[in-house]
């Protein structure tokens, strides 16, 4: 086995990526779900254009991207995140690895770690405190802090132009990140969790406040649109409050 599954192969088989197994396992070696995420992302995303991953994890959007001609700045604070990405893309050019977590403003930022799912790593307390009070995520447990780089999307932007799609996924950091972002940019996604609607809400006002002016909603890992059509912020917000609690997490889209 060569190319980029050997490398995931190699990934899995390291002692030091342990806690990165299970999402090395369920985000690559699957074709299927590959040819969905393309399928659902080529709307958003077309070749020759740039795109931000902020949030990048384990790099199945990021492969997405690239399979779709795009130019990827890829912002991921978690060191062993950071280098499974350049692990997967070590010579290609349309891949950029930024090792910082994306909020506010630069500068160093503090990120509690799960050790045992660092998929849900976060640099917002906030988010850590309402897990501790939720069902479902009960056993989650944040047993570590580091301190990590910092920047924002307009710092990024500055340093490498104005993506055309830029995908959020930051576990409850998601109205930090728009806070650092000061221009209307032609479409985003950014995550939300039903522990967090009031956060997700914010980040609908902070967008329209932008200038977006369209919005959608995809559920948990789906690869379709909950929602027919593009539709204003209120009914997305209205949406989001309405979900079961059980429904867990999704992505809300947003074009100008």
């Known amino acids: 086995m060569g190319g980029r599954d050997g490398v995931v192969e190699a990934l899995k088989a390291d002692p030091a990526m342990a806690g990165l197994r299970r999402s090395l396992e369920f985000y690559h070696g699957d074709p299927a779900r590959d040819a969905a995420l393309d399928a659902f992302y080529a709307s958003l995303v077309h070749a020759g254009d ?53 909020g506010a403003a630069t500068g160093p930022v503090r990120l509690h770690v799960n050790a045992a799912n660092p998929t849900v790593s976060t640099a917002s307390p906030g988010f850590v405190r309402a897990a501790g009070h939720a069902a479902g995520w009960e056993g989650e447990t944040w047993d570590d802090e580091i301190q990590v780089a910092g920047t924002t999307l307009d ?95 999704g992505d809300v889209y947003a074009r100008t």
């Open 155 to 249: 710092a990024l932007v500055d340093a490498y132009g104005v993506p055309a799609f830029v995908k959020i996924d930051v576990e409850g950091f998601e109205d930090a990140v728009l806070a650092g972002l000061s221009r209307p940019l032609p479409a985003l996604s950014f995550e939300f969790t039903t522990i967090a609607r009031d956060l997700a809400v914010a980040c609908l006002d902070r967008l329209t406040a932008l200038g977006f002016t369209a919005f959608t909603v995809a559920l948990g890992d789906e690869t379709v649109f909950d929602l027919p059509g593009w539709r204003p912020a209120a009914d997305v917000a209205a949406h989001l409050r309405a979900l079961p609690h059980d429904a867990n997490s």
């Open 50 to 102: 740039l795109v931000f991953d902020v949030g990048a994890h384990v790099g199945d959007r990021l492969g997405s991207f690239r399979r779709l001609g795009a130019r990827v700045v890829a912002v991921e604070p978690q060191p062993l995140c950071a280098r499974v990405l350049r692990a997967l893309y070590p010579d290609d050019a349309a891949v950029t690895v930024v090792e910082a977590a994306c």
